[in-house]
């Protein structure tokens, strides 16, 4: 089978390249007398995995490697995913051996450093959302709704009483639905109004003593600021409710907004997203979470705190509601963001999200006489339009997006919010430059044209890509989830 | 320093486009009262500045690289190869997100189908997820998938006290809300293994699930055949937390009927880190497999009919199935699934099994060497692996500290933390990173502790 075409790479799984008897890395030989191993019982007697050289696996994974679209190699407006440029510093001092050969468990007086960079990075994460006490636990966006939504939970029982909903507005994204769930709550939905904030009238009638809480996202996934945001705050702690706030948004909100000055009781930040930790093909990240001051009792153990000039670990919370996950969350991934916030500093944070802000509105009103706005007001880190315009001649927002794959740009995301028809949500970040964003913008006002006088070239793209589009549906009725010998193509 | 490209001019002209005069113009939407608060934070820095300050910081903290090391207990130092981490810095794999978009995303789908597929071939299991956060996350979504496969007409978990606490511990926190009943199973005195008669006698047609750990927390390996046959016998489903570097000598979790098989995968070649970011291995039965949490990538063809990777069964997931997903999960640990499956490929079925013997033979050898002195004996009867007990004459706390402080050298873990019972129990490790003359070394400073008798050879 060939690898190559042309300098296209055709790559055979791993599997495919194994040979019989073929050794890969080496290990050193035993130093110490061997023991009787246990008995035959307990062994296995074939490990099925690959036989391959060390040559084999490096040109295997950078050929795969060169199948992919990514942040280093072009514009990818991917919305909600907030996908700036990673600063190779960050991974440069991630990868330091202080900070990279770490046990876990090794005694508090040997990492001092680094429950130093932890126990600093809670307090800049504290400031910025004016909310004073973090957890750096959750490992994800949704690992720190899970760890909020079971701290609102957490609160009801302090107070002796169990409560059985939870209000989510409909333009959320899954995970908050799916989290509340977890939590066994049930899931009210609240209406968006033609203005794009949350419907006032909606959400005070669905408020009852049976409400545990609010799950918001502010900017919401519309990329609006919620102008009633202090007005809905009042509303459900007038049922002694608490509100989570979804911080995959706050690229718009460092310097602009605190949430604490907001109202909100809790919020989790994705490093991965505000603070330039890499996507790494869809993780890892970490999902800092940070609370009201009366609410740090709740915390997950342990949280790193400090007495005299000693960091230590302290476990002895005892209202916590325990691990969200085994040792101290992402460690090495905090590494970067924090790396990025001390470059940054006061002033380049508040440049970041006043420039994403910038950008995103800087497309919105380039755009907007060709695409639909279904909100017409400026926006804050992203804009959301509609493909509506163009579906009516048969061109789907997908198909919107697979054409701008054929001009180097990776399409915004497309599977939500839920209540925009055919949304194009298009989140450009503020590390790219204006000569990106003007390309960017040429190519869909030229895709715009093309669905009108050419919708058959936007319908079948991409044209120029290692494969073309993939048969989902094939690939969901008869799911083929592992490679196989028999199966062997 | 700042990541914002844009010249004054350029900035000038974009406000003009968008038709206002400043940029604080684009946030007129926000409650004045609030607007533009000041934030308490130092100025920034370069990158020359920032370099300084994080390796001042870096050398604050002793590394495992520079001290011998007998620590495990859920996170293992291991070698990397030198291909591994020039592989994954690949901004090609390192700066892209979930693959969305399969026809410019096959570098990191097919990946992800070889993950699937290397981690059903450690565990023999049918199929496998591509990444939970951790081992942990991965058993307590475990748990809770093993309650909806009984369409949660059972609640009741039983879980052995050998696993891992805070693997416990997360299970706990993942059940809070869920009306689930957590059975602790105590484990055997004499084997450190689960006590098979506190199982049957815990075992009903409420259970849904047993959960243990293999190896388990005490190095001890389990007798999967007798338990996934007592748990089977009710109804209810065998869940295995398991050891993917132990899995290269021992029969794997699916050979004795488990249903979910789970792991932790750190050993697989990734750095310790201070504890993250690791990455959860998932592997069920296919008949399970729309209850399984997380993404998974499936093989199709393209228009021209090319064999190509896309995400698939996306009903599961919380961005199609939202409140009914079968969990709420959506970035993961791709690129450390990545980095598992160079490694995987890199070591291969000879390699692994190698690295699995190296193990094997220098944590007997320790514990060989260890036993000999008087008043160190092993905890527990019956095989082990990497790691194991021993019964020491001095709290291990205070040997910790002694070795440390006198020689150096890292020790193991001190059981007492989280098993009150197990005073003067003392966890140890050993890995291919640990030579010979280490493991002498600490037999011999052990020895040498104030009040220790000397090595009788
Ligand atoms: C609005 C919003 N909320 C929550 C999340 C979940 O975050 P994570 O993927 O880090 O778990 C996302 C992620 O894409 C998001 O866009």
């Known amino acids: 089978m060939p690898n190559t075409y042309g300098f296209v790479p055709r790559e055979p799984l791993i599997f495919e390249h194994s040979v019989p008897g073929r050794r890969g890395v080496e290990l050193p030989p035993l130093d110490v007398p061997e023991a009787e191993l246990p008995p035959e019982e307990y062994l296995r007697d074939e490990l099925p995995l690959p036989e391959v050289s060390e040559t084999d696996v490096v040109r295997h994974f950078t050929r795969l490697s060169q199948l992919n679209f990514a942040v280093d190699i072009g514009f990818y407006p991917l919305g909600s995913c907030t996908m700036k440029y990673n600063p190779k510093v960050n991974d440069a001092i991630a990868n330091l051996a202080g900070f990279l050969h770490l046990h876990p468990y090794q005694d508090e007086t040997t990492v001092q450093g680094i429950l130093r960079l932890m126990y600093e990075l809670q307090a800049w994460l504290g400031e910025i959302a004016g909310l004073p006490a973090v957890t750096l636990q959750p490992s994800a966006g949704a690992h720190g709704e899970l760890t909020g939504v079971l701290i609102i939970h957490a609160y009801h029982t302090s107070k002796g009483r169990r409560r059985h909903v939870i209000l989510v507005p409909d333009s959320a994204h899954g995970t908050n639905p799916a989290t509340v769930a977890m939590v066994g709550y049930r899931t009210v939905s609240i209406p968006t109004g033609a203005d794009g904030n949350m419907d006032l009238d909606a959400l005070k009638a669905a408020l009852n003593e049976d409400v545990a809480g609010l799950m918001i996202t502010n900017p919401s996934t519309l990329g609006l600021f919620e102008e009633h945001i202090l007005e809905v705050a009042e509303a459900i702690h007038s049922v002694d409710g608490l509100i989570y706030m979804d911080g995959a948004n706050m690229n718009a909100m460092v310097g602009v907004a605190k949430p604490g000055d907001l109202g909100m009781d809790i919020l989790h930040y994705n490093l991965h997203k505000t603070f330039s930790v890499p996507h790494g093909g869809g993780g890892p990240g970490a999902g800092a979470t940070a609370v009201r001051a009366d609410l740090a009792r709740f915390l997950p153990v342990p949280v790193v705190a400090k007495e005299g000039d000693r960091y230590y670990l302290d476990y002895d919370r005892p209202e916590s509601i325990g691990r969200v996950r085994a040792f101290y969350g992402n460690v090495n991934n905090m590494v970067r963001g924090y790396v990025y916030m001390r470059m940054l500093g006061r002033e380049g944070l508040e440049d970041m999200s006043r420039t994403a802000v910038l950008n995103a509105n800087y497309i919105r009103v380039q755009l907007q006489d060709l695409y639909d706005l279904p909100y017409d007001r400026i926006c804050k880190h992203e804009v959301v339009f509609s493909g509506k315009r163009q579906a009516k001649k048969g061109v789907r927002t997908l198909d919107i997006a697979k054409r701008l794959i054929d001009f180097g740009i990776h399409p915004p995301t497309i599977y939500f919010p839920l209540i925009v028809e055919e949304a194009l949500m298009i989140e450009p970040t503020e590390t790219e430059s204006k000569a990106t964003l003007d390309h960017f913008i040429a190519v869909m006002r030229r895709i715009a044209e093309e669905a009108e006088i050419d919708p058959d070239t936007v319908r079948s793209a991409p044209h120029v890509t290692p494969v073309r589009r993939l048969d989902e549906a094939r690939a969901a009725r008869r799911p083929v989830l592992r490679w196989t010998p028999e199966g062997a193509s | ?457």
């Open chain 2, 1 to 457: 320093m700042r990541y914002t490209p844009h010249t004054e001019a350029e900035r000038q002209a974009m406000l003009k486009a968008i038709g206002v005069e400043r940029i604080e113009d684009l946030f007129a939407d926000i409650p004045a009262q609030v607007r533009f608060p000041s934030l308490d934070l130092p100025e920034g820095m370069s990158e020359l500045e920032a370099q300084r300050l994080f390796a001042a910081l870096a050398a604050e903290n002793a590394t495992v690289a520079t001290h011998p090391c007998f620590l495990g207990a859920g996170a293992y130092y291991h070698f990397t190869p030198a291909l591994l981490t020039h592989l994954l810095f690949r901004g090609e794999f390192y700066t892209a997100y979930t693959p969305y978009q399969p026809e410019i995303s096959q570098g990191t789908l097919q990946v992800i189908f070889e993950f699937q597929t290397l981690v059903c071939q450690l565990t023999g299991m049918d199929v496998a997820n591509a990444s939970m956060y951790d081992g942990s996350t991965a058993l307590a979504e475990a748990a809770l998938m093993a309650v909806r496969l009984t369409r949660s007409r059972r609640t009741r978990l039983l879980i052995s006290e050998a696993v891992h606490p805070e693997y416990r511990d997360v299970v706990a926190t993942y059940s809070q809300g869920m009306d689930i009943e957590l059975v602790p199973i105590p484990f055997d005195r004499r084997n450190g293994t689960t006590d098979v008669e506190a199982v049957r006698a815990a075992l009903n047609e409420h259970t849904a699930a047993l959960i243990v750990q293999y190896p388990n927390f005490f190095g001890q390996i389990e007798p999967l055949g007798q338990l996934g046959e007592l748990i089977h016998g009710v109804g209810g489903h065998f869940v295995v937390s398991a050891d993917p570097v132990a899995l290269g000598l021992l029969k794997p979790p699916g050979d004795f009927g488990a249903d979910i098989v789970t792991a932790e995968g750190q050993s697989l070649g990734i750095p310790l880190m201070y504890g993250g970011p690791y990455v959860g291995l998932f592997a069920t039965r296919m008949k399970h497999v729309r209850q399984m949490p997380g993404r998974v990538a499936g093989q199709t063809v393209d228009i021209e009919g090319r064999r190509g990777f896309v995400l698939t069964l996306q009903a599961r997931e919380q961005h199609i199935r939202r409140e009914k997903a079968t969990s709420n999960i959506c970035t993961n640990e791709a690129l450390i699934a990545t980095a598992v499956t160079i490694y995987l490929s890199a070591v291969g079925r000879h390699g692994l099994r190698q690295v699995a013997n190296l193990c094997y033979h220098k944590a007997h050898y320790l514990a060989q060497r260890l036993t000999a002195l008087d008043g160190y004996e092993l905890a527990f009867e019956g095989p082990f692996v990497r790691e194991f007990a021993v019964r020491t004459p001095v709290p291990p706390a205070e040997l910790n500290r002694y070795l440390w402080e006198t020689h150096g050298i890292i020790g193991g873990y001190d059981l007492e933390r989280a098993y009150p019972e197990l005073k003067n129990h003392w966890l140890l490790t050993a890995t291919e990173m640990n030579a010979r003359a280490d493991i002498d070394r600490l037999v011999e400073a052990v020895a040498g502790y104030p009040g220790s008798p000397a090595p009788s050879r």
